[in-house]
């Protein structure tokens, strides 16, 4: 059936607002009014901290249940594995602290030039305070892939952790996690950390099937609230020592993360995104087999009304003079995360004119610093990045491409 475009703009109330196009997802989408109303129904029908026997305690207790069940069935993980956090950045840097208690001084890290710093900078800091190695896995800037072909000589019997993106935030390369994964079992027994932030709102994920050992993404790029969530394999979060106040809970495994009280209304708002996803999902394919195959049902449907768009995009990008694209040549192996600059004009100018017009969308570096770097834009202003999700169109994308040309 076709995507239900029009069905799924209206569960967008920001969209409402006249002379606006969103392209800013890759910094943070809408809110959809399911996550809206989760939360609001939380706040105004009484909210309470964890334990307590009394009702609005047992309430949260139980929509604090569920958000992590739900969470658990988007990434094919169990709720005993999930936890909670103010972002994905945060929720690295505990982490990465808890790991690193066992790490010393000739021990070996590697990350990559095409990541966001929140998977680069906390490995770094890690590897400053332990006198580690850091090994890095380049890119190609003509192609914006990653050099993958180099990790097994990066791996040795002292790599520790091996960090990888899901998806670039700067130039919407889709990684092939799986094969890093595949590559550091047969060379190591490293950890694979993986940043799946800017994937998580585009395509499916399967920890199961990435075999990654943990993983993090943001909900608030998943069309819900400011939050960070952490999914870790339950055998390696039971063993791991997080920095945490003594009474707080060491079970189930991952919630040991969930350092002071949580954002209950955050997490009743991340229930509401996934129960969107739901509604979504069974739009696209009725009687899908449980929560897990009506959210597959929805991230599938999402990839293929994206790939559309995203043909769109680049074919419209091409006929502007003096535009340069950064990142894939075409749709495969990417989501509809779009990087360019155009000759004589700096990339801040653009999305000031591009704001001018409605059309909401970033310059600079977007905490890629590394990727930035290497492609030697870091003294020009970095890039422009326009970013589309599913509830984006087509008119949309067209209306872009017009703004452009009118530079």
């Not at 870790?232 to 997080?242: H, I, K, S, V």
């Not at 192996?333 to 999305?351: K, L, M, N, Q, Y």
Request: glycine letters at 10%.
């Amino acid at each position: 059936m076709p995507f239900p475009i029009d069905a799924v703009r209206a569960r967008f109330p920001a969209l409402s607002v006249p002379d606006r196009v969103y392209f800013d997802a890759p910094g943070g989408t809408q809110v959809c009014g399911q996550a809206i109303a989760r939360m609001v129904r939380h706040l105004e029908t009484g909210t309470a901290n964890s334990g307590g026997c009394f009702a609005t305690s047992r309430d949260t207790d139980e929509l604090s249940d569920e958000a992590h069940a739900a969470v658990a069935d988007l990434l094919g993980g169990e709720p005993g594995e999930i936890a909670f956090g103010a972002n994905m950045t945060s929720l690295t840097l505990a982490v990465s602290r808890s790991l690193a208690r066992c790490w010393t001084a000739g021990d070996e890290l590697v990350v990559t030039r095409l990541d966001h710093d929140a998977n680069v900078a906390p490995w770094l800091q890690v590897a400053a305070d332990r006198g580690m190695e850091v090994r890095w896995i380049d890119f190609d800037p003509a192609i914006g892939r990653l050099s993958l072909d180099t990790l097994p000589e990066l791996l040795s019997d002292r790599t520790r952790l091996v960090a990888v993106g899901g998806a670039s935030n700067a130039l919407g390369t889709v990684n092939d996690v799986a094969e890093v994964v595949r590559t550091v079992r047969a060379h190591s027994d490293a950890l694979v950390f993986v940043d799946a932030v800017q994937l998580a709102p585009h395509l499916p994920i399967d920890v199961r099937e990435l075999g990654c050992d943990l993983l993090a993404c943001s909900p608030y790029k998943l069309f819900g609230p400011h939050q960070g969530v952490l999914w870790g394999r339950a055998e390696l979060m039971a063993g791991l020592e997080a920095y945490k106040v003594r009474p707080a809970s060491i079970d189930p495994p991952a919630h040991r993360f969930e350092t002071g009280t949580p954002s209950f209304e955050g997490q009743a708002g991340v229930l509401g995104s996934i129960e969107y996803l739901e509604w979504l999902g069974e739009e696209i394919a009725p009687g899908a087999n449980g929560r897990r195959g009506r959210l597959l049902a929805a991230m599938r449907g999402i990839a293929g009304y994206e790939e559309g768009l995203s043909a769109r995009m680049l074919d419209g990008l091409a006929s502007v003079p003096g535009l340069r694209p950064w990142g894939p040549p075409g749709i495969e192996g990417r989501v509809p995360t779009f990087a360019f600059t155009i000759a004589g004009h700096r990339p801040e100018a653009v999305a000031a004119h591009l704001a001018a017009c409605g059309i909401f969308a970033w310059s600079g570096h977007f905490y890629a610093v590394e990727a930035v770097r290497r492609l030697g834009l870091e003294n020009a202003g970095g890039l422009v990045r326009v970013g589309l999700c599913h509830y984006n169109t087509a008119d949309e994308v067209d209306r872009l491409v017009a703004a452009l040309h009118a530079l």
